[in-house]
Structure formats: C-alpha cells, structure tokens
C-alpha cells in the first residue's frame, strides 16, 4: 500500500520561507517521478515542481528561482524549500508520485498517489 505523508506546513509573512517534507512508503520510491502540486480555494490543482529519476527537476513558472524540489531515494524523501514566499503562493500542498516506473529524465505520466496535504499560509 502507497503512502504518502506531507510535513513541514505553516504560516509565514511574505519574503519568509518554509521546507516541506514528504516521506513516502511502499512502493519502489527511486524507480517513479514524484512531485509537488497546490491547490488555492477557488481554484484548480496545480503542479508546482517535479522531479523525474535521474534527478531532473522541471518547476511552474510562478515559482521558478524561488522553490527548489529534491529527493532523497535512501530514505524515500521528497522535499520542497520555499524561499522568497507570497501571498499567492498560500494553498494546501501535495505530494504527489507516479504508479508506473520511468527511466531517465521525463515525467510522461501523471501522478496517481496523493498525500493528504499539508497548509501553507503566507500573510502580506
């Protein structure tokens, strides 16, 4: 069974930053591209960063030069840092993996496990 568990949320002024966390279990973590993905109220789901195997790492263009993705296969980690935040950047977070192996450094599919979400309230 595929696990997902987001950490890391908060509430910070604008400029702050914040690292989120996601430890992932069962499933081959280093084999599928994971990535990150926000949902505002009102609004769609969007993708914020991905992350593909080999360590090639493809970001929304609202977010470039700001958030930085990586994982970490050993202990099955993906992590977001948030430097530079916004009031726009405010949503609930997601992490997100793929069911089916990719080699390389393309995402082709989209995801299929979700965590639960973690919060992220950046004040003005």
């Known amino acids: 069974q595929v696990q997902l568990r987001e950490s890391g949320g908060g509430s910070v002024q604008a400029g702050g930053s914040l690292r989120l966390s996601c430890a992932a279990s069962?499933?081959?973590?280093?084999?599928?591209?994971m990535g990150w993905f926000r949902q505002a109220p009102g609004k769609e789901r969007e993708e914020v960063a991905r992350i593909a195997v080999d360590g090639t790492t493809r970001y929304a263009n609202s977010v470039k030069g700001r958030f930085t993705i990586s994982r970490d296969n050993a202990e099955k980690a993906l992590y977001l840092q948030m430097n530079s935040l916004k009031p726009e950047d405010t949503a609930m977070y997601y992490c997100?993996?793929?069911?089916?192996?990719?080699?390389?450094?393309?995402?082709?599919?989209?995801?299929?496990?979700w965590g639960q979400g973690t919060q992220v309230t950046v004040s003005s």
């Open positions: 997100a993996a793929d069911r089916w192996p990719t080699i390389g450094g393309t995402c082709p599919y989209a995801p299929d496990y």
């Open positions: 069962g499933y081959i973590f280093s084999s599928v591209c």
